[in-house]
């Protein structure tokens, strides 16, 4: 079990990008589990290209667009990319979060799948909650995805009230920024008390 790690998860556009530059503010360290599988994705273009067809790969890197249409169109291809992928996202982000135990203070990895894989030695968890219908908003405006590629994206995870009941520690990110200031600073003082009670 990694002690001092908490992940970071939500659904997709929650906010997680927002909430970890605030967090980050404070002076916790962040394992990006996205960047993470972005730089194995390009690794594996060529794998990918033999499983999903040429047309996937621009110059040596993926076109995450056109893959991304692919796979949340189709669970069957999903699965193959996860099997692909996890095991050498998994190991990577293994071998940086033992380096950040050494330090012996909390740190987040932020793992947008990280209930659904139920991979991750990792005790405690942060969900950052906004409603599926502003989900739902923010994707259609953010991205230009119609209604039904937006509902695709975000029924490919696990439902966020689920998540959200999973969770050790929730920011709301269902208002403004005030708000999400004011729900970080309560969340960072909640786990600074927690870790400060197991010593």
């Known amino acids: 079990m990694l002690q001092y790690a908490i992940a970071l998860t939500g659904g997709i556009a929650t906010g997680k990008s927002s909430t970890i530059?605030?967090?980050?503010?404070?002076?916790?360290?962040f394992i990006d589990a996205d960047k993470i599988a972005h730089e194995h994705l390009d690794n594996e273009h060529e794998a990918i290209a033999s499983m999903f067809g040429e047309e996937m790969v621009n110059a040596g890197k993926i076109d995450r667009k056109k893959l991304g249409a692919l796979i949340f169109n189709d669970v069957t291809k999903r699965?193959?990319?996860e099997e692909l992928l996890h095991p050498l996202i998994y190991d990577t982000i293994m071998a940086k979060a033992l380096e950040q135990e050494k330090f012996k203070t909390p740190y987040m990895v932020d793992i947008p799948l990280f209930f659904e894989t139920s991979r991750y030695p990792?005790?405690?968890?942060?969900?950052?909650?906004?409603?599926?219908?502003?989900?739902?908003?923010?994707?259609?405006?953010r991205e230009g995805y119609t209604r039904n590629e937006a509902l695709c994206r975000i029924e490919s995870q696990m439902d966020i009230e689920q998540k959200r009941s999973l969770a050790t520690y929730v920011i709301d990110n269902s208002g403004d920024l005030k708000q999400l200031q004011e729900e970080c600073e309560r969340v960072k003082q909640q786990i600074l008390d927690d870790f400060r009670g197991e010593r």
């Open 21 to 29: 530059a605030l967090l980050s503010l404070y002076g916790f360290r």
């Open 79 to 81: 699965r193959e990319l």
């Open 122 to 141: 990792i005790r405690r968890s942060i969900v950052v909650y906004a409603t599926k219908q502003q989900q739902l908003q923010r994707l259609m405006s």
